[in-house]
């Protein structure tokens, strides 16, 4: 990951013989005040990670990337025992792998997860528009979209009535039970 | 061969399958419910899906649900393990229908096994000895009463849809068959929704004899001995063990052969089981399980064979691994079921487990998905391990067997271990002197307290 990046930088910003000998110093006061400014603003706006990339000069870059892990969620149960974890060749679920970092959509209070396991179609039929975008307004009972299991196409509906937040989906992908597929507020 | 297959199933035969499957260089689908999402077999799969909520019917058993599972990982063959949908022909239908393969029989040698009444009459036509009884459902008392007399009682009334013990009453006089009969009909209409019962002898003292066959689905088949699981409880089988104490070399033989020569010509494919009632050095056949049965590792002990591994091969078209000749017992072997209950009543008993240890050594094969802080779930089987120990000879079992439990920990739920130290101490289990009824008496008089 690029996060050796920054030092690297320092080191050879303070090598630099041919500039003011004053210009390491404040440039690294000012590298601080400007990283700390960052994570203000990082805070202030909730927001999961930040990367700035300053062109001082030529061979002269400041790259910053501020993040912070969100709180960890309450553990409701046991760390898996490492053992068969480890003995098992690496892989998950196609579906199950993506929603890992971060906040858990399916436990976001918006969220519709799906009632089956299948592949989603998020349109009628190839080049259609799509049921639902994120913004649109949606009345309880709308289809959302169509998820089809053994050859089968259901439609599923809007449990309730709001505003698509996010489409956590994609066109032809795969479902698990209880995978979030959009969050409707 | 396939590259991929899916395991529709849980806990330990769920493992056992995905470990053949590694063994083959076959990747594996676990599919789980909610309630399984911590499960050993989703840890240990290659790849999981989430099938649905932790009720049986909208998970494990529910059809669209695996098949859009296969569809959406592109598993090629589908394992159904035993119980759930092993034996259910409509779902073999629709596995088929999908394109995909079942490892496992036809769907028609289930449906014809799956039928007491077709399956007894098959079995006839194909030599194999039956209980003497009536021929199909009993329509009335009137003839229920004629059967009774004509075969001697006593007599068991057995709903045709019947299985696990229900729907099952015994008459041991004429005086007894109204209400034996009319409770048969009454249990197999409120629990299978088909009130025909048939009639058979029953039998007074016999041993559950039953013989492994394995078939090739292009005419041949084998035999793989017997097992002996006479130890139940209300139906159940409890501790099983292989060779049979009771069953010499020329009656393995002939039975053997004789259920061997039946398989084969039906094209039977894959493991299948022939259970027969056993008494004065007769067979009497009850029922054909059309899939790899929960006590297998007893056989696979003393043949040195890996079923499920045949099933497989066997499901992609490949022959069989081995031919009668190359089948021979070596020692003996016995395997216990550990449930999660509570003795005596047997009450089932989920909860989390605080300390797992899984006894090892020479001879010791544990088949269990528990792990240190696993949540038994309150929503399935109460089965959590089978212990099988193997040795050169049944006494050396025995003592085998009383080593193993004597290492095996499972702390924080109550399990069915403190019956097998008590039933290795019994001269009668020693002895291997035991019919299908010994383990309810012995229960009656020894587990009061």
């Known amino acids: 990951m690029p996060y050796k990046q920054p030092k690297s ?14 210009m390491p110093k404040k440039t690294h006061d000012d590298d601080v005040a400007f990283i700390k400014a960052l994570a203000e603003l990082l805070n202030e706006h909730e927001l999961t990670e930040l990367q700035v990339k300053r062109d001082y000069g030529e061979d002269d870059s400041l790259n910053v990337r501020v993040s912070r892990r969100n709180d960890p969620a309450p553990q409701q149960f046991l760390a898996p025992a490492p053992m068969p974890q480890a003995a098992a060749p ?78 956590l989906v994609e066109d032809g992908g795969a479902v698990e039970y209880g995978a979030p597929l959009m969050i409707i507020e | 061969m396939f590259d991929k297959i899916l395991i529709a199933n849980r806990g330990e035969i769920a493992l056992r399958v995905i470990r053949a499957a590694r063994e083959m260089g076959i990747h594996s689908v676990a599919v789980h419910s909610t309630a399984d999402a911590d499960a050993m ?17 909208d998970s494990y ?23 759930f949908l092993s034996e259910n022909a409509t779902f073999v239908q629709i596995v088929e229908d999908h394109g995909l393969t079942f490892i496992g029989p036809t769907a028609e040698h289930i449906r014809v096994m799956g039928d007491k009444i077709t399956a007894k009459d098959t079995m006839r036509k194909l030599g ?17 009463r004629r059967i009774g007399e004509e075969i001697g009682y006593p007599v068991i009334i057995k709903a045709t849809a019947g299985g696990g013990g229900k729907g099952m009453k015994v008459a041991a006089s004429a005086q007894e068959m109204e209400r034996a009969f009319q409770t048969a009909r009454a249990e197999g209409k409120s629990n299978f929704g088909n009130d025909e019962v048939y009639i058979e002898k029953y039998l007074t003292t016999p041993r559950h004899i039953e013989i492994q066959v394995f078939g090739d689905g292009k005419g041949r088949a084998v035999h793989l001995g017997e097992r002996d699981c006479s130890l139940q409880r209300r139906h159940q089988k409890v501790f099983e063990e292989a060779p049979g104490p009771s069953i010499s070399q020329e009656e393995r033989d002939r039975i053997g052969k004789t259920c061997a020569d039946a398989v084969a010509r039906i094209n039977y494919t894959g493991a299948g089981t022939i259970e027969f009632l056993y008494e004065n050095g007769e067979f009497y056949f009850i029922e054909m399980n059309t899939r790899l049965q929960v006590e297998h590792p007893v056989t696979e002990a003393v043949f040195g064979v890996d079923l499920v591994r045949e099933q497989i091969r066997v499901a992609a078209g490949l022959d069989m691994e081995f031919q009668q000749e190359d089948l021979k017992i070596n020692g003996h072997a016995i395997e216990v079921r550990i449930n999660a209950e509570k003795l005596p009543e ?20 544990m088949d269990s998905a528990l792990y240190d802080g696993y949540t038994i779930p309150p929503y399935y089987d109460s089965l959590i391990g089978k212990l099988i120990v193997h040795a050169p000879d049944r006494p050396a079992a025995l003592a085998r067997l009383n080593r193993a439990l004597g290492e095996l920990i499972v702390d924080g739920v109550d399990t069915t271990v403190p019956l097998f130290h008590a039933l290795l101490q019994n001269e009668d ?19 009061r307290d």
Not at chain 1, 9 to 22: I, L, T
């Open chain 2, 61 to 83: 058993l529910s059809i669209p649900a695996i098949i859009a599972a296969c569809e959406v990982t592109g598993a090629q063959a589908i394992h159904p393990g035993y119980g």
């Open chain 2, 128 to 144: 194999v000895p039956c209980v003497p009884g009536s021929e199909g459902g009993v329509p009335n008392l009137a003839e229920a």
């Open chain 2, 346 to 365: 047997f009450a089932p008993r989920p909860g989390r487990i605080t300390q797992f240890h899984a006894p090892g050594g020479l001879g010791v094969r």
């Open chain 2, 41 to 57: 077999h989703v840890r240990m799969a290659d790849e999981t899906v989430c099938i649905g909520p932790p009720s049986s019917i």
């Open chain 1, 90 to 167: 690496a892989g998950t679920a196609p579906s199950s792998a993506a929603p890992a970092q971060g906040e858990d959509p399916a436990s976001h209070p918006g969220a519709v997860t799906s009632p089956m396991v299948g592949t989603v179609y998020t349109q009628a039929e190839p080049g259609a528009p799509s049921f639902v975008s994120v913004g649109d307004d949606v009345a309880e009972g709308d289809t959302l979209l169509i998820i089809e299991a053994m050859k089968t196409m259901n439609h599923i509906p809007a449990p309730r009535g709001g505003t698509v937040k996010r489409i």
């Open chain 2, 429 to 447: 289990i020693q002895s291997g002197d035991y019919n299908i009824h010994w383990l309810e008496h012995w229960l009656e008089t020894n587990l």
């Open chain 1, 9 to 22: 930088h320092r080191a050879a910003r303070a090598r630099k013989p041919f500039e003011d000998p004053e």
